[in-house]
């Protein structure tokens, strides 16, 4: 498992590497030739070529630490060679990604500051973007070079909280809350705080059920030599595997989609700002949508002697969004103009695809807006059930017209991953294997740390949650151990926690220093 690979599988592995940025830089090109744009000026085309590589790398040092998870237990039970492991997870994070919703990759994308998101293409959205991406990064290979699984999820989450603030303190004026979106903190910080005691207790209770229902006490021996185990033991956890791997990439792979959309966004919003894949078949009940929304938030605002212009509108909703507080008259009043826009420019040119470059900017910004501010305002009691139903709907339409992500872009962030487990696998696989307990991992302890994992993640993912694949997955190799009486090595917790509660101000100090650095750059 340690020998070093033949150059064979070099020349492969540099091969797939290019073959993969030429696949990116194709499917760039042809997205603006698609939409008649002959290109972007040379440094802004410079400028997108590099962030994309360092989200992409992000993806990849990913592959270090969580896909490594998926592998652990199959190699370390000789279930099948590293390298045959390490293809096979890739095959299925792959799928996973490819299938995936698309709902986690923005749930960590709307904990960034509003005006951030919205002008993405500015000087402040190019520092937002390298900051957060490089100090997940550092953070990421700091644990990954000590051998301590870390969860790359933790590690995103406090860079953006890191720029966010940053953003907050360089801003002249405003709230103290202003750069960070704390009830969305909340919600994706608990998913975190979770995942781990969660993997802990599920899995050791799964495996003391084992014990009781599944008396093979093959399932309970630890490995011998490199023989592989019996053959139904080997299929239950290369089922695991499988399974875990999928649903990694179906979370996981989620959240650097999700900045890379930023990235498209910003650099060629004529591109990418909207889902001009949407068919012109559901521009009619999307504009309808658009006029019922509209006269709802026009019965609920105040009479005003003068109506707001569409950009008077969207500054008052943007500071709504700021400050939390959108279930307001004035704010209906606002979001009835911005509705009603939407639904005559889309009326006006029959498609999303059709709209001119020079009004898609303003568009998105109206559907983006709208789109939080119902969010935002949850069941809000003036309304009725029905208006809260259109409302609804019309959200979820709002999102489908801006949150959507390319099939190239979940490609290239599955082989990234996929590339990453191959080069950075055996650092945290032998973390989880050897460090963990002070006893071989078993069959039955992988197949109960792997099962809990695959359905934890699952979940998350149904419910557009981001989790930790390494929290659940070490924590439940934890779990097992001290359910299995072989003890643990408190040496490695102790490292892992340290690493756990570190992780957060490590990287919002990394993030927040490098933001207000690039600040003065771009």
């Known amino acids: 498992m340690r020998k070093g690979e033949h150059q064979a599988f070099r020349m492969f592995f540099l091969g797939v590497i290019a073959a993969a940025l030429a696949f990116v830089g194709y499917s760039v090109l042809a997205d603006l030739h698609a939409v008649g744009t002959s290109g972007i000026a040379t440094g802004a085309f410079a400028l997108l070529a590099l962030a994309l590589l360092i989200a992409l790398g992000f993806e990849f040092v990913n592959g270090f630490h969580d896909t490594a998870n998926a592998v652990a237990t199959v190699i370390y039970t000789n279930s099948l060679p590293p390298l045959v492991a390490v293809v096979w997870s890739g095959m299925w994070n792959l ?57 790359s999820s933790h590690a995103l989450v406090g860079s953006i909280l890191g720029v966010g603030l940053a953003n907050q303190l360089m801003s002249p004026s405003g709230s103290a809350l202003y750069g960070v979106d704390w009830m969305q903190v909340k919600k994706v910080f608990s998913a975190l705080l979770f995942s781990p005691l969660c993997g802990f207790i599920l899995a050791a209770g799964l495996f003391m059920v084992l014990r009781v229902v599944v008396r093979n006490a093959a399932l309970y021996r630890a490995p011998e030599g490199d023989a592989p185990p019996p053959m139904w033991i080997r299929g239950l956890l290369i089922g695991t595997c499988t399974g875990v791997s999928f649903f990694h990439g179906s979370n996981d792979g989620q959240k650097g989609m999700g900045l890379i959309m930023l990235i498209l966004i910003g650099a060629a919003p004529t591109a990418y700002a909207l889902n001009r894949a949407m068919p012109d078949s559901m521009m009619p009940g999307f504009v309808e949508t658009a006029q019922q929304a509209s006269h709802v938030f026009d019965v609920h605002a105040q009479p005003m002697l003068k109506q707001p212009t569409a950009e008077e509108a969207r500054a008052q909703v943007t500071d709504a969004l700021r400050v939390k507080s959108v279930a307001r008259p004035e704010v209906y009043a606002a979001l009835s103009v911005l509705s009603a826009d939407i639904a005559q420019a889309v009326s006006g040119y029959h ?172």
């Open 351 to 522: 498609s999303l695809h059709e709209i001119p470059a020079a009004s898609v900017p303003n568009v998105r910004t109206d559907m983006y807006l709208v789109a939080e501010a119902i969010h935002n305002m949850g069941k809000a009691t003036s309304f009725t059930v029905e208006e809260d139903g259109e409302l609804a709907k019309f959200m979820k339409q709002l999102n489908a017209g801006t949150r959507f992500i390319p099939v190239w872009v979940k490609i290239a962030v599955a082989l990234a991953l996929g590339l990453g487990t191959m080069v950075g696998w055996k650092r945290i696989v032998v973390t989880v294997g050897e460090k963990i307990g002070k006893s071989h991992l078993t069959y039955a302890q992988g197949a109960s740390a792997e099962f809990v994992a695959m359905g934890t993640i699952g979940l998350a993912e149904g419910y557009g949650l981001p989790v930790s694949t390494t929290h659940i997955l070490s924590s439940g190799v934890a779990g097992t151990m001290a359910a299995g009486g072989g003890g643990l090595q408190w040496g490695t917790l102790r490292a892992m926690g340290m690493a756990w509660i570190t992780t957060l101000p490590a990287a919002m100090l990394i993030s927040g220093v490098l933001y207000v650095v690039f600040r003065h750059i771009f």
């Open 95 to 151: 799928l996973g990604v490819l299938t995936s919703s698309g709902a986690v990759a923005y749930s960590v994308v709307t904990l960034l500051p509003v005006e951030l998101i919205l002008q993405v293409g500015s000087g402040a959205g190019h520092a937002m973007i390298f900051a957060l991406l490089l100090s997940a990064i550092v953070w990421n290979l700091a644990t990954w070079a000590l051998g301590i699984p870390n969860s």
